[in-house]
């Protein structure tokens, strides 16, 4: 009599859902572990991302100057000149308006200061004069304490991590505009064939996204801290400058960041002009960002940031507990990169040998330094276009 035939145990329903279970739960370990050792190196990995977000905003310019005929590092030195000298106005003057307005913001706080002790004292819950001792009493002891010396350590520490990150992502900025296309074209060497076609595409298609969501950010973000400092100024608020650039720094924080730059602005006006200077400020705030999301943000953004809030939330939330501010910077666009880099990986459309050899005459043309986008028109000559021929007529063959 014949044995039943004996089923394997991981053949059937049970056995493949525990399967896929351990898949997943390995690819969550993986993730795991990757985070984990990328927030070890993150004087190094932060640095290298706002180096290739900004090279992805700037890139444009450079090829433009490239295709007019500026040598490679003649037009890389002019747009990071460029970009530098921006940003060494914006912390001068943000200094200089510092400094100049210390002493009024001071003395304003001071009386501030005045009116909420009186409105403490006579308000509808009357505090006593022990009471509000006590609470001085206890900000002076903690602010003489062993925590605020360890606090400010730390700060001092923090600093010069700030200080030799910006310098590095000063190097890093500076080899990306001038060899990002070689530097691209050594990443596609892990790519052959059709995997080298869908390469080309997902990374072309992230850095539209990614230059993309900066410019049309940079441009709403100014918006934005032109109107509340505008604001600022006409009532007189001090540090209306150093407010402005918070707001525009806020508005790279999609959902929150502008919102929470305006109430900040508006907590300066409260102490230095009083509550009715601080309820202007808060409608400004309200209707600038009115603006910015009905009309100017889907006007000026377009699709490059086509992902739902609640991802935004969650990616802002994760980024947040990561790598605090700078976490919250960096995860949104990161995020749209990597859904644009997905959807053009699986977009439809069939691969030719043509599309292959296509692909491979560019990525060989990155590896020279004279890609597409960067060649002078001039250089385009004959020979090239011969070769590139040649290559599709091999390929057919």
């Known amino acids: 009599?014949?044995?039943?035939?004996?089923?394997?145990?991981?053949?059937?329903?049970?056995?493949?859902?525990?399967?896929?279970?351990?898949?997943?739960?390995?690819?969550?370990?993986?993730?795991?572990?990757?985070v984990y050792a990328l927030i070890q190196v993150r004087l190094v990995v932060i640095p290298a991302v706002l180096a290739l977000i900004l090279a992805a905003a700037i890139a444009p310019f450079?090829?433009?100057?490239?295709?007019?005929g500026w040598p490679s590092t003649a037009a890389t030195t002019f747009s990071f000149l460029v970009l530098l000298l921006a940003?060494?106005?914006?912390?001068?003057g943000i200094v200089f308006a510092v400094v100049g307005q210390a002493g009024e913001l001071a003395s304003k706080a001071t009386e501030g200061f005045d009116r909420v002790y009186a409105f403490v004292r006579t308000g509808p819950i009357p505090i006593d004069d022990g009471q509000i001792q006590q609470a001085r009493d206890a900000v002076v002891d903690f602010a003489t304490s062993s925590t605020v010396g360890a606090g400010a350590i730390s700060g001092?520490?923090?600093?010069?991590?700030?200080?030799?990150?910006?310098?590095?992502?000063?190097?890093?900025?500076?080899?990306?505009?001038?060899?990002?296309?070689s530097i691209w074209a050594f990443v596609l060497r892990a790519f052959k064939g059709k995997s080298l076609v869908k390469a080309r595409r997902a990374g072309e298609r992230s850095l539209n996204v990614l230059g993309g969501y900066v410019r049309g950010t940079s441009i709403v973000a100014l918006v934005d801290s032109f109107f509340i400092g505008l604001a600022l100024v006409l009532m007189g608020v001090p540090l209306a400058l150093p407010l402005a650039a918070l707001t525009f720094i806020g508005a790279f924080i999609p959902l929150i960041g502008a919102t929470l730059a305006g109430v900040f602005a508006a907590l300066v006006a409260l102490v230095a002009n009083g509550p009715i200077a601080a309820l202007i400020v808060i409608i400004v705030v309200i209707v600038v960002n009115q603006?910015?999301?009905?009309?100017?943000q889907?006007?000026?953004?377009?699709?490059?940031?086509?992902?739902?809030?609640?991802?935004?939330?969650?990616?802002?939330?994760?980024?947040?507990?990561?790598?605090?501010?700078?976490?919250?910077?960096?995860?949104?666009?990161?995020?749209?990169?990597?859904?644009?880099?997905?959807?053009?990986w699986n977009s439809g459309g069939s691969i030719t040998p043509e599309t292959i050899a296509e692909a491979e005459h560019e990525t060989r043309l990155n590896e020279k330094g004279i890609g597409v986008r960067s060649k002078p028109h001039r250089a385009r000559t004959q020979k090239e276009e011969q070769s590139s021929t040649a290559a599709v007529d091999a390929s057919q063959d």
């Not at 450079?62 to 007019?68: A, C, P």
């Not at 940003?87 to 001068?92: D, E, H, K, S, V």
């Not at 923090?158 to 990002?180: P, R, S």
């Open 156 to 181: 001092l520490s923090a600093a010069g991590n700030f200080i030799t990150g910006a310098l590095l992502m000063a190097v890093i900025l500076f080899f990306f505009l001038k060899d990002g296309e």
């Open 291 to 296: 603006l910015e999301g009905n009309f100017l």
């Open 298 to 344: 889907p006007v000026v953004m377009g699709q490059a940031l086509n992902v739902h809030a609640l991802v935004i939330l969650l990616a802002l939330t994760a980024g947040t507990i990561l790598a605090g501010i700078i976490g919250a910077i960096l995860a949104v666009p990161l995020v749209a990169v990597g859904w644009a880099a997905i959807k053009a």
């Open 87 to 92: 940003f060494g106005g914006l912390i001068t």
């Open 62 to 68: 450079v090829h433009w100057l490239r295709r007019r």
């Open 1 to 34: 009599m014949a044995s039943p035939e004996q089923t394997p145990p991981w053949n059937d329903s049970l056995g493949r859902a525990s399967i896929r279970t351990a898949q997943v739960l390995l690819m969550l370990v993986l993730s795991v572990v990757v």
